[in-house]
């Protein structure tokens, strides 16, 4: 693609003053009054130094005060550049005493370069609204103005074209997430007319669409904000199915049509689509070094959750499984590949360039901002069997390269690596401009700049000048222009009005098919389909005839939705050589009966080469519902010893798992001739199937095979199974010494602690009996939860508390007792000392491996570090290190339980549903029945013990910190 890194442009300042932006926007002065403002010196010069591909130059295209802190863009037909900001965001976590913030609420500004010298130079507000919280997304589409503001996608109609909002519609509600990262995107709208839109996993979501169609979505997650305390997995809409975590979703431009379009993300911030209809995202992680970028197929699990949403990663991690793999569940069946594993990060905004300003290396760049590593992103997709591969570069960057790691939750004072970019979008006029939300930090629901600094930069090639093109919408001529313009947004309003003219523009689309860029030919190709007969007979030839199959696949998507034709469609995809083109076939199957797809499902199969996991992940959508037969009609052809099927028909019994296939399975498991990764794989598709008789083949694979890797592997999923799936299916015997009553001496001593008739001092005394041990100091800690314990008894026992010998009792008495004494380290002062790197292995070794992982060596209890060195810098270390709690990963807050039987019970929350699994600071899990269960309560603390629950010194902070910025993973 011609990437070169190195290439450095000076930067230089807008000079625009707040009194200038005063008058832009018609105000006094646009903070709030309560808000001290800083001295503000705008016009000072900036130097940041970034890396561009050789040719291309990068300008400051605008900045604060014409913005404050920019969360999404959109461009409209005019050329301008509309932005949501994020001025109050989070204000339960950043006070708005020491941060810029608007008593009226966040707003959306429009800035403009009305002379054409590549420079802002006008900027006003479209509107400014008290239920608009840190808005995450906007679309301009012809007069209306979509706000994603969570739990609301709200529409802003400008009727007269004055630029102010004359109606304001909450078009769809009910997202979770509110003032939540993990919450409503933005809305894109398609090649094919539909609006696509996405919302992260901070759920539930019940939202019903303007014809009463229901979608009802949720999983384990919670937190982030004090206002996602609630969730639940495992609910079905109205299309019968269950839908987990982060959500891509489709509609008609009415409102009606929702849809599900992918589903069990973690936190995709954008979805992008490109002219041939492939929808594209990247997602973030539990700062475990594995965020990806992916294409998303349609219908696509992308396996952040299990099925269902009930369990985490965490819980579902194997035996020896890598972090990557297990994070996104890529070995388990019915989840897409997981795509570009781009390493630690913040990924941001997402969009598809396909304009010809740079040349045709360029075109079809997928550009992925990452807030976190300070970079743009890019790809040049090329397909690769059923799905893409994805070559990533660093395009932009304030650094010579993408950062390894970036400032979580404390001030990084090199200011190149401020550079946060929100999102990236695409001029009419052809140029890249990137919003920057210019910041110290990023993550945690936090911000440390005060200002609420922005910034805008335009990205454009050297000796060439961009021009905004003037877009007349009511003539043929103005309607085209939109309709082939890089602005996506601006394209649909092209769309739009060359449709509502009907066949009678079919001659002049149809010239668009001679354009020598693809992406325009896709246009034209999604429109003509729209056109009546005329208009379907020539996407139906080019189905048949095209050579170049990307646009077969955008004929074969444009024409799938006739419901009367689809079969004569189908059949012709479905003998296309491309594998791609036949993977939409089996896609377009899922919901259909078995008498219509039957047949293309067979033959759909015949062209799977056993090893392309895209392909035989779209083969498992289209035998959804239709598993029993699929498997029966094609295992005709297979040898009757299932010890010989072929790899493909061994792949997609994985896949569909059936029923009717358990001992088929089975013999396959305890068949000697059979490779371990073939009997492996008979295993896990037997674990997936539940029913009492792949319970029992199980048991029996496990006392008859002679391979010691198959019984320990059937050894973990019965362990498994049994608090989850297969909960129900078995009467399991209760393992020797298991339950979770209390034993009899410390429930006496509980009840002299709680009995206000005995003496203060018998009282105290049965407390510090019961802080000694671990049982009875786990009740104390829940006891003093639930303010059943006086100070003065807090007081008395607080010493004995903190000297358990269970680090989990040291550690989760800090929330309720008071520790006297406690060293206060300085990290300035850390950074100072003379750091060992030997010295601090040692240090890992001895204080760290009981909870922490390095690569093959420590224990699965708390986060991976064997990555850590790319997600952090040596100040953040020290101090995620030093206050554990500030910001607590996602699976490993921990949970308090108290069981009926009066127990109290701390740990991760692996799973919930038909059991709840915790797994305590050995790493031993806790299987508890959910009709044991009498409250479940989120502990502010976490379980990590601080610096000084370790007994560590400032030299041993400074040796520790500094091996651990050794730990990287080379392969990213």
Excluded at 171 to 200: A, E, I
């Amino acid at each position: 693609m011609g990437f070169i890194k190195g290439v450095k442009v000076k930067l230089l300042s807008l000079g625009i003053s707040t009194a200038m932006v005063c008058s832009f926007i018609g105000c006094t002065d646009p903070r709030n009054a309560n808000y001290t403002v800083p001295e503000l010196n705008f016009e000072t010069n900036i130097e940041n130094d970034f890396s561009v591909p050789q040719g291309w130059q990068i300008t400051l295209w605008a900045e604060s005060p014409s913005l404050y802190n920019p969360t999404n863009m959109d461009v409209d037909e005019k050329g301008r550049i509309w932005v949501t900001e994020a001025v109050n965001y989070r204000d339960f976590n950043n006070d708005p005493k020491h941060h810029l913030n608007f008593d009226k609420g966040d707003r959306v500004m429009i800035l403009e370069d009305t002379d054409g010298d590549g420079i802002s130079d006008t900027t006003k507000v479209f509107v400014q609204d008290k239920d608009l919280v840190a808005p995450l997304g906007i679309a301009v589409v012809g007069n209306k103005v979509f706000v994603s503001c969570a739990p609301t996608l709200y529409v802003y109609t400008d009727e007269n074209g004055d630029d102010v909002p004359d109606k304001k519609e909450a078009f769809l509600t009910g997202f979770g997430g509110f003032d939540h990262d993990h919450s409503l995107h933005s809305l894109v709208v398609g090649p094919d007319g539909k609006w696509y839109f996405n919302t992260g996993n901070a759920g539930p979501h019940n939202v019903t669409d303007k014809a009463g169609w229901h979608l009802r979505s949720g999983s384990v997650y919670t937190g982030g904000t004090p206002y996602n305390d609630k969730n639940e997995p495992a609910q079905v809409s109205d299309d019968g199915r269950i839908w987990v975590g982060g959500l891509a979703l489709r509609m008609g431009n009415d409102g009606t049509g929702l849809e599900v379009v992918g589903h069990n993300f973690r936190n995709s911030y954008e979805v992008a689509l490109d002219s041939y209809g492939n929808m594209w995202q990247n997602d973030n992680d539990d700062q475990v070094v594995t965020c990806r970028v992916s294409w998303l197929m349609e219908g696509g699990n992308a396996g952040y959750f299990n099925a269902n949403g009930k369990r985490t990663w965490q819980a579902d991690r194997k035996p020896d499984q890598d972090i990557f793999s297990a994070h996104w569940h890529q070995d388990d069946p019915g989840v897409m590949p997981a795509g570009d594993n781009s390493g630690a990060g913040s990924p941001t905004g997402v969009v598809v360039y396909e304009g010809d300003a740079f040349g045709p290396d360029f075109r079809g760049m997928l550009l992925s901002a990452d807030a976190g590593r300070n970079v743009i992103f890019a790809y040049q997709p090329s397909p690769q069997g059923a799905g893409f591969d994805l070559n990533r570069h660093d395009l932009i960057t304030s650094t010579q390269e993408s950062t390894e790691g970036y400032v979580w939750n404390d001030i990084d004072e090199d200011k190149r690596k401020w550079f946060r970019p929100s999102d990236v979008a695409v001029g009419t006029d052809g140029a890249i401009y990137i919003a920057d939300w210019y910041d110290p930090v990023v993550g945690g629901h936090q911000m440390k700049d005060t200002l609420g600094y922005g910034r805008i930069y335009r990205i454009s090639p050297k000796g060439k000048e961009l021009k905004t093109p003037k877009i007349d919408l009511t003539t043929m001529e103005g309607q085209v222009s939109a309709l082939l313009n890089p602005a996506i947004n601006v394209r649909s309003q092209g769309y739009e009005k060359l449709l509502a003219q009907g066949e009678q523009v079919v001659d002049e689309i149809k010239k668009i098919l001679d354009s020598d860029n693809p992406y325009h030919q896709s246009r034209a190709i999604w429109l003509l389909a729209k056109l009546g007969s005329k208009g379907k007979a020539i996407v139906k030839k080019t189905l048949k005839n095209e050579p170049d199959p990307r646009l077969r696949i955008v004929a074969y998507r444009a024409l799938k939705d006739d419901s009367e034709s689809f079969l004569d469609y189908a059949s012709i995809a479905a003998n296309d050589p491309s594998p791609q083109v036949r993977r939409e076939v089996a896609i377009s199957l899922r919901d259909r009966s078995w008498k219509e797809s039957g047949h293309l499902i067979k033959e759909l199969f015949n062209g799977y080469d056993g090893k392309d996991a895209w392909y035989l992940e779209a083969l498992g959508m289209a035998a959804d519902g239709k598993e029993e037969m699929t498997y029966q009609e094609i295992h005709n052809d297979q040898p009757q010893d299932p010890s010989k099927w072929s790899e493909a028909f061994a792949s997609l019994v994985w896949r569909i798992h059936p029923k009717s296939a358990i001992n088929a399975l089975k013999e396959r498991a305890l068949a000697q001739s059979l490779s371990p990764n073939q009997k492996k794989q008979a295993v896990d598709a037997i674990a997936f199937i539940n029913d009492r008789i792949a319970v029992a083949a199980m048991i029996d694979i496990q006392k008859m095979s002679a391979d010691n890797a198959v019984q320990e592997l059937t050894k973990w999923w019965l362990n498994f199974r049994k608090s989850n799936d297969w909960h129900a299916l078995w009467d399991w015997q209760a393992e020797s010494g298991e339950g979770y009553g209390i034993p009899e001496k410390i429930a006496s001593l509980q009840e002299i602690l709680l009995n206000k008739e005995a003496t203060l001092a018998k009282r105290i005394e049965a407390g510090k009996e019961m802080a000694g041990n671990l049982i009875g100091g786990r009740l104390l800690i829940n006891l003093a939860a639930k303010n059943q314990l006086s100070n003065e008894i807090i007081n008395e026992i607080s010493d004995n508390i903190f000297n358990n010998p269970e680090l989990e009792i040291r550690t989760l008495a800090s929330e309720h007792f008071k520790k006297t004494g406690g060293k206060q380290f300085s990290i300035p002062a850390i950074l100072k000392l003379k750091e060992d790197t030997a010295q601090g292995e040692n240090v890992f070794l001895t204080k760290c491996i009981s909870c922490h992982k390095n690569g093959t060596t420590g224990n699965d209890i708390g986060p991976d570090l064997s990555s850590i060195g790319e997600k952090f810098d040596k100040t953040a270390l020290l101090d995620a290190i030093i206050n554990p709690n500030a910001s607590i990963v996602f699976g490993y807050e921990p949970i308090m339980i108290k069981t009926k039987s009066g127990q109290a019970l701390y740990g991760f929350l692996l799973s919930e549903g038909e059991t709840t699994v915790l797994k305590d600071m050995t790493g031993k899990q806790m299987v508890i029945d959910a009709d044991d269960i009498e409250s479940k309560e989120k502990m502010k603390m976490g379980i990590m013990p601080n610096a000084v629950s370790l007994g560590l010194t400032e030299q041993d902070l400074a040796n520790l910190s500094a091996y651990l910025l050794t730990l990287k993973n080379s392969n990213l």
